[in-house]
């Protein structure tokens, strides 16, 4: 009698350790997807901040011929891409399941352009700087791209001035390092 109530008691240890360990795995996977949302609004809203840093510096190197600025810019998910020929710079967050601002539709945030677009299950959310000035990239290069990483991109911006001919803009060159 003595071993059955032994066995008794590691069945019913068993049962009740499978029991709390399910359930544990059933608020993680709840909680999991929530957790994303967060961090990837918390990233959204923290490069939205960035862009105003960068988007004062450029104005900023814009007031004077000569004048270099330079932004110290970590990006920890997604990438920017710096456009010569579209004289923009673009965030991108891709596959994410935060539903940042209604799909396609776009909000103005100072010079900055927020826009949510789907893509399946999930959306793409796409930060937007146009500039009436002629962005150039170091090397010639038409579109830079700035991947995720551990090591802040250091973005230097120098004014290149602009051409005597009426309608020109100024040229600001960006050189990543």
């Known amino acids: 009698m003595f071993l059955k109530k032994r066995g008794q008691v590691w069945v ?15 608020i993680l996977s ?18 939205i901040s960035a862009f105003g840093v960068l988007d004062n510096k450029i104005i900023e190197v814009q007031q004077n011929e ?3 600025g330079k932004v110290v810019f970590k990006i920890t998910k997604g990438r920017i891409e710096i456009n010569s020929n ?3 710079i673009k ?10 601002t209604e799909p396609g539709v ?3 945030q100072g010079n900055i352009i927020v826009k949510t677009e789907e893509s399946g299950s999930r959306f793409n959310i796409i ?11 170091k090397n010639g290069d038409v579109n830079k791209i ?15 001035g602009g051409a005597i001919e009426q309608g020109t803009t100024t040229q600001i060159e960006f050189n990543i390092v």
Do not use: F, H, R
Not at 91 to 100: P, W
């Open 12 to 26: 019913e240890t068993a049962v009740y350790t499978l029991i709390g360990l399910s359930l544990i795995a059933i």
């Open 30 to 47: 709840m909680a999991t997807p929530q957790i994303e949302k967060i961090k990837d609004k918390t990233i959204i809203e923290q490069t």
């Open 66 to 68: 000569g004048q270099v």
């Open 86 to 88: 579209d004289n923009s």
């Open 91 to 100: 965030y991108v967050l891709e596959d994410t399941k935060l539903e940042y």
């Open 106 to 108: 776009e909000i103005k």
């Open 127 to 137: 930060l937007l700087m146009n500039y009436n000035l002629d962005i150039s990239n």
């Open 146 to 160: 700035l991947q995720s990483g551990a090591v802040p991109y250091n973005i230097l911006m120098e004014n290149k």
